[in-house]
Each structure stands twice: as structure tokens, then as C-alpha cells.
């Protein structure tokens, strides 16, 4: 039974270039959920996605943005990068919409904007 | 303005010991509590939860409690293990914002042999 699984594991990029992430959730999982991660601190919320809808959003700017598949795969894209957004970007899934527990995260997307 | 602190970043507890992560929070609207741990290239992994109507929760060895007065909950794990570890998260959420997560910064938690 695959976990949930995100490409690339690292990454970098430029200042003002765009950048896609993708994550696949864990089999049986139909909600996907993005954080952002800065050295030394907590998972920040970014945004749901159920149902190839976005459904609830945390405090991240329009730059931020995503998109679910039919098969419940989810894209997070960032545009006009800026050093800032130099992160670790964890993907979570659940079932059944509810953000709280028993989310399972996959392993990361580390982005260093330069 | 951080809603949750885990003030101590790192923590060494003798092999066999008892560890104790400790975690406060502001928000009394939070109703839903959940530690994390993670280890160094892998994703957090879901531990332990108390519900705000609870003062303890126990799931072997961990045992997570929750004093709602002093908005600061605590995770006793007993005995610890080489294998515990990791970096440990609180987190804490609320039924008005669909119980997002607000997660503090972490302890880094070292098992000494």
C-alpha cells in the first residue's frame, strides 16, 4: 500500500520563476492538503483540495495556487517566486474532507529560491 | 502572533527515562489537540489526539494531557526509546475554522544511550 508520494524532493529555482509540485495521496485518500514548512518552525497551512475543489485556505497569497485530478493527485503551484518561498512543501491526505487528524504526509518538496 | 509555542527547540532524556515535550496555546477557541513526530526526511507522523473535553489521553507508552486552564498540554512518553528520536510537534485546531491546524515550531527530542 503506497504512502503518499511527492516529486521532486528537491528542487531550485530563480527569483520570479514559477514552479509546479505534485503529490499523490495515499491509496483509499480523496482529500489532499498542502503546507509550507520554513527552517525551523511548523507546517503552515496553505490550502484543501476535495473533490478537485479547492475548499478551505489559510493566510498565502494568489501566487499560491492549485488543482486536483479525478484520480485525486493535486498540483500546488507558486508564481513570481521570491526568496521566501524557500520551504519544505508537505503534502497531506485524509479521507473524507476533515482537515484534522490522522492526515498522512508524505515525505516533502525542499525549494530553494535563489 | 504564534497561537501555539513549544518553547524548548531541543530536549535530552537518558534512554529509559521519561520524556516531556511540553506545548501552550492561546486560542481558547482550539478544541482538538495532536502531536506529530518526524523524523529527518520523512513527513510528520500522526502520534497521539486529546479532544478539549478530555484531560488525558493514553496510547502506550505516550500519554498526552491537557490542562485547559493553563492552555498547555504536555506529551509523557515512558520509557523513551532510541527509536523516539525526532522532531515533535503540537498542534491544535477548532471547530469555527473546520479544524485547520496550527502547528508549533517543534522540539527536537535526543535519546541518549
Known amino acids: 500500500d503506497a504512502g503518499v508520494t511527492q516529486s521532486p524532493t528537491h528542487l531550485i529555482k530563480t527569483r520570479g520563476q514559477q514552479v509546479t509540485l505534485r503529490c499523490s495521496p495515499k491509496?483509499?485518500?480523496?482529500?489532499v492538503s498542502w503546507y509550507q514548512q520554513a527552517l525551523g518552525q511548523g507546517p503552515q497551512f496553505i490550502f484543501q483540495?476535495?473533490?478537485?475543489?479547492?475548499?478551505q485556505r489559510g493566510n498565502f497569497p494568489d501566487r499560491f495556487s492549485g488543482h486536483q485530478f479525478p484520480n485525486y493527485s493535486s498540483e500546488l503551484n507558486v508564481n513570481a517566486l521570491l526568496l521566501g518561498d524557500s520551504a519544505l512543501y508537505l503534502c497531506?491526505?485524509?479521507?473524507?474532507?476533515?482537515?484534522?487528524?490522522?492526515?498522512?504526509f508524505g515525505p516533502g518538496t525542499r525549494l530553494l529560491v535563489l | 502572533d504564534q497561537q501555539v509555542k513549544q518553547n524548548s527547540p531541543s530536549l535530552s532524556v537518558q534512554e529509559g527515562r521519561i520524556s516531556i515535550l511540553n506545548c501552550d496555546y492561546t486560542?481558547?477557541?482550539?478544541?482538538?489537540f495532536l502531536w506529530y513526530k518526524k523524523y529527518p526526511a520523512e513527513g510528520p507522523t500522526f502520534l497521539i489526539s486529546?479532544?478539549?473535553i478530555k484531560d488525558k489521553n493514553e496510547d502506550g507508552r505516550f500519554t498526552v494531557f491537557l490542562n485547559k486552564s493553563a492552555k498547555h498540554l504536555s506529551l509523557h512518553i515512558v520509557p523513551s526509546q532510541p527509536g523516539d528520536s525526532a522532531v515533535y510537534f503540537c498542534?491544535?485546531?477548532?471547530?469555527?475554522?473546520?479544524?485547520?491546524?496550527?502547528w508549533g515550531a517543534g522540539t527536537k527530542l535526543i535519546i541518549k544511550p
Open positions: 498542534a491544535a485546531s477548532a471547530r469555527y475554522s473546520n479544524y485547520q491546524l496550527i
Open positions: 486560542n481558547s477557541m482550539f478544541d482538538y
Open positions: 486529546i479532544s478539549s
Open positions: 491509496s483509499g485518500h480523496d482529500t
Open positions: 483540495y476535495y473533490e478537485e475543489e479547492e475548499r
Open positions: 497531506a491526505s485524509t479521507a473524507g474532507g476533515r482537515i484534522g487528524e490522522t492526515q498522512y
